[in-house]
């Protein structure tokens, strides 16, 4: 039996139930095995049998929780990743709200326990690649974006998505520097958004997520260089313009809108045909759209990946 067939359904709830530890012990299965099966949901389980995917799926190792949670990016509490997690430590992630609101017809305001309540949490094991060149493989937990979006709505003027962080420079000594156009913003086209492997996230290792890493809710599109999988979400807003976002502001040349990994196109300042996978030695081949092309490669059938970076 092909082990792309296990479903993802039957392996999460057990990983639900298991410490930190013990969710260790059997990570290396996990990432062998049911990888595949647990990032690719089911309405695209005939792609997951697809043996054009599935060998770059399995020799991924999930990367350690030491690393994913001492090794950040998140620009409100430092530009020092090895910094976040001891700055990120008194930051409140409860009680939260995120709004969503726009172009909707049932605008809603959920507080952060009704969203883990109301939408089932699914493990999903995904690489995050950054733009950085550096990259982890991330055991997430956290629901589709489809699953809220299609409570509110979306009217037939809504093209966008934007997300917006929280601000709260009073918590996060990052806000306090004026260069930057805070709170930091996101965004995505919607059909990006209710793309099957785009998902918020709530938790990783089977635990809630660590402050450093997004606290309470943040977004994980895994396709795209990992600045676009915002942190800290209070606001998700439908519109029909494409939003700015945080980093096309602060450095247009650099940062495009879709930002999809791509090993062709070039950083202005640095290549991006490899990339440094944190916990190994020596770099690896970056994959176009980070290894889900089957998946996501016919969001953008005609248009020029070289300009629209
Ligand atoms: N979200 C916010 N609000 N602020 C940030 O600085 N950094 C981004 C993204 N989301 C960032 C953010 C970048 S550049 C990356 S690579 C990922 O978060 C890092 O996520 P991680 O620390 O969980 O690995």
């Not at 997951?48 to 001492?70: C, F, G, H, K, Q």
């Not at 950040?72 to 008194?90: C, P």
């Not at 958004?193 to 994980?220: D, K, S």
Request: hydrophobic letters at 40%; proline letters at 8%; one cysteine or more.
């Amino acid at each position: 039996m092909l082990r792309s067939n296990i479903p993802s359904y039957e392996i999460t709830p057990k990983t639900l139930y298991l410490s930190r530890r013990d969710f260790m012990k059997t990570s290396a299965l996990l990432a062998s095995g049911a990888l595949l099966a647990a990032c690719v949901p089911s309405d695209l389980s005939q792609l997951s049998r697809s043996p054009s995917i599935s060998p770059t799926l399995l020799t991924d190792t999930l990367t350690s929780y030491e690393a994913i949670t001492t090794y950040n990016n998140y620009y409100e509490f430092s530009m020092d990743k090895q910094a976040v997690a001891r700055l990120a430590q008194k930051f409140r992630p409860r009680p939260w709200e995120v709004h969503i609101d726009g172009l909707v017809r049932r605008p809603k305001t959920y507080g952060i326990e009704d969203l883990l309540k109301r939408f089932p949490q699914e493990e999903r094991i995904y690489r995050l690649r950054c733009v950085e060149s550096w990259s982890m493989v991330i055991p997430w937990l956290g629901f589709p974006l489809a699953n809220l979006l299609a409570e509110v709505e979306p009217t037939s003027d809504a093209r966008f998505v934007r997300f917006v962080s929280i601000l709260r420079p009073e918590e996060m000594p990052g806000q306090r520097d004026p260069f930057f156009d805070w709170p930091y913003q996101e965004g995505l086209r919607l059909d990006e958004a209710m793309h099957p492997l785009t998902i918020l996230a709530t938790g990783l290792y089977g635990e809630l997520l660590p402050n450093q890493n997004g606290a309470p809710i943040r977004l994980v599109v895994p396709w795209k260089y990992g600045f676009k999988s915002i942190k800290g979400i209070v606001l998700i807003e439908l519109a029909a313009a494409q939003p700015k976002t945080f980093w096309s502001t602060a450095s247009p040349h650099e940062y495009g809108f879709y930002a999809n990994v791509n090993p062709n196109v070039p950083h202005p300042r640095w290549s991006q045909a490899t990339e440094r996978r944190i916990g190994e030695l020596g770099r690896r081949p970056t994959l176009m759209f980070n290894g889900y092309e089957a998946e996501v490669a016919h969001l953008y059938t005609g248009m020029d990946l070289t300009k629209n970076y």
